[in-house]
């Protein structure tokens, strides 16, 4: 089993930067696909982006390609998300989350952890 925790969510203002971390806890994080997505209100949940067991492969949602930075370190059980160049509109709550399926299954339903998630607001 694997148990996630979110950090690193606050206020920024448009055209600014945040980075998010999870931590993960449990023997098996190395073999899961780590991905982010985020939920507005009102809004169904949508993928942001994931990684491999490996590191070496990343997939992004078209909302985010070329401001989003997805990575991890799996000495330390972590996963990033780099978010630059951050507008209005990607005000969300963030959460992370675990696929054991691979890296071309980014479905929620794919994902079968998740952490608390930690709200973004970025002002115009």
């Known amino acids: 089993q694997v148990q996630l925790v979110e950090f690193g969510g606050g206020l920024v203002q448009a055209g600014g930067s945040l980075r998010l971390s999870c931590v993960a806890s449990?023997?098996?994080?190395?073999?899961?696909?780590m991905g982010w997505f985020r939920q507005a209100p009102g809004k169904e949940r949508e993928f942001v982006g994931a990684?491999?067991?490996?590191?070496?492969?990343?997939v992004y949602g078209d909302s985010v390609k070329g401001r989003f930075t997805v990575s991890r370190d799996s000495a330390k059980n972590t996963v990033f998300l780099q978010m630059n160049s951050l507008k209005p509109e990607d005000t969300a709550v963030y959460y992370c989350a675990a696929n054991p399926y691979g890296l071309s299954n980014n479905e929620v339903h794919s994902y079968n952890y998740w952490g608390q998630g930690t709200q973004v607001t970025v002002s115009s």
């Open positions: 990684i491999d067991w490996s590191g070496a492969y990343t």
């Open positions: 449990g023997r098996t994080f190395s073999s899961y696909v």
